[in-house]
């Protein structure tokens, strides 16, 4: 192929390759992690230590096969958590019905917080 | 332990292939021409990784691109640059 070839197009591999697209300005403001992001990433590191993850790119694989519309609504560690979840519930580890018995158990405990 | 199939000057192709599965070579870079600058030693693949399988270590490097390849009608000055890493088995011979 020579160098003067028009350039194959290089597809983008999910809704995090977005290197030299159009976007707005960089949003440079500090913020406080909040204590559940401690909890996700405390969660992500036991569940590496325990081996059910073997690395940070297994998460980053869960993060980058969200669908566009879940990847630009969910914050960081949203995406964190999604991507835990769906590795944990692929192995195994946790049931699906466990997850959502809990997802409803935490609704219930912060509605009666109200 | 084969040594690095490229050395520091030898120019390089970018693989345009997206596998389904996290890789760290960004679109923008794919296809594209560039020189390599520095051997980066050995890591795990993180196609591999990314997929939970076992380690496999691969060659990477340090890859310089003119901003000029990289964007078209690129504005800024023509010794502009980048450096990425990228891993032996994305890279093809470009003579």
Redesign the interface.
Known sequence: MSPDAPDKAALPSGPHDIGGLPAGPVDRAEHDTAHWEWQIDAMLRLAMQKGALTDFAELRDGIERLTPKDYEKLSYYERWARSLASALLKKGVVSSSALQDKIDEIRERQASRR | MTGPRYRPGQRV?IA?R??A???RV???V????GTIERVCGKH?E??R????KSLVLRRLYRVRIAQQE??DGYQGAPQDKLDVEIFEHWLED?V
Do not use: I
């Open positions: 192709r345009a997206t596998p599965v996290h890789h960004p679109a923008y794919k296809g594209k021409v795990g993180p196609e990784h990314a997929a939970g990289l964007w470009e």
